[in-house]
């Protein structure tokens, strides 16, 4: 309930003694440093929880012959993971040709390679899936070969003369 008398125009010691024109300061620096603290805290923690632990990209692809592509792609990671790329080939209709899980295992924080993938015929699109560290990666899309058929063994290699 609201007073008629306005609590300024009172003495000063009238003011002190009813506690009248006294900001808590101290109160409200504390609320201020924990807010900014918590937003802080919850800054850091959204940061660590989108920012990929491992980053890759596709560089170049060519499709040598019908049963080979050349996938060159980047991996940036900490350098004490072992990383797990998979890497595939499809055909005109998006069938896939070509799939392969890729170990990259520890030691430099980039990564640049090559990798020969054999296919079953000529790739249209050649891609990097994903790439995760520690373990293959289990939420990714499985191999689409059509019923029936066998994935080509892994990795592409000459054919050794007869």
């Given at each position: 309930?609201?007073?008629?008398i306005?609590?300024?125009?009172?003495?000063?010691?009238?003011?002190?003694?009813?506690g009248?024109g006294?900001?808590?300061?101290?109160?409200?620096?504390?609320?201020?440093?924990?807010?900014?603290?918590?937003v802080g805290?919850?800054g850091?923690?959204?940061?660590?929880?989108?920012?990929?632990r491992?980053?890759?990209e596709?560089?170049?692809?060519?499709?040598i012959?019908?049963?080979?592509?050349d996938?060159?792609?980047?991996?940036?990671?900490?350098?004490e993971?072992?990383?797990y790329?998979?890497?595939?080939?499809?055909?005109?209709s998006?069938?896939?040709?070509?799939y392969v899980v890729?170990?990259i295992?520890r030691?430099?924080?980039?990564v640049?390679?090559?990798?020969?993938l054999?296919t079953?015929?000529?790739?249209?699109?050649?891609?990097?899936?994903?790439?995760?560290?520690?373990?293959?990666p289990?939420?990714?899309v499985?191999?689409?070969?059509?019923p029936?058929v066998v994935p080509?063994d892994?990795p592409?290699?000459?054919?050794?003369?007869a």
């Amino acid at each position: 309930m609201s007073s008629a008398i306005d609590g300024r125009s009172l003495p000063p010691d009238l003011q002190a003694r009813y506690g009248i024109g006294r900001r808590p300061w101290g109160v409200i620096l504390v609320g201020v440093l924990a807010a900014v603290g918590f937003v802080g805290a919850m800054g850091f923690v959204t940061f660590q929880l989108i920012s990929p632990r491992v980053t890759y990209e596709l560089l170049a692809w060519d499709d040598i012959a019908p049963d080979r592509v050349d996938i060159t792609f980047e991996v940036r990671r900490a350098a004490e993971w072992d990383v797990y790329c998979v890497l595939r080939a499809q055909d005109e209709s998006r069938t896939d040709v070509g799939y392969v899980v890729v170990p990259i295992p520890r030691g430099s924080t980039y990564v640049q390679q090559t990798y020969s993938l054999r296919t079953l015929a000529p790739a249209y699109v050649a891609e990097v899936l994903t790439c995760e560290a520690g373990a293959p990666p289990e939420r990714v899309v499985p191999p689409q070969f059509p019923p029936g058929v066998v994935p080509p063994d892994q990795p592409w290699a000459p054919a050794e003369p007869a």
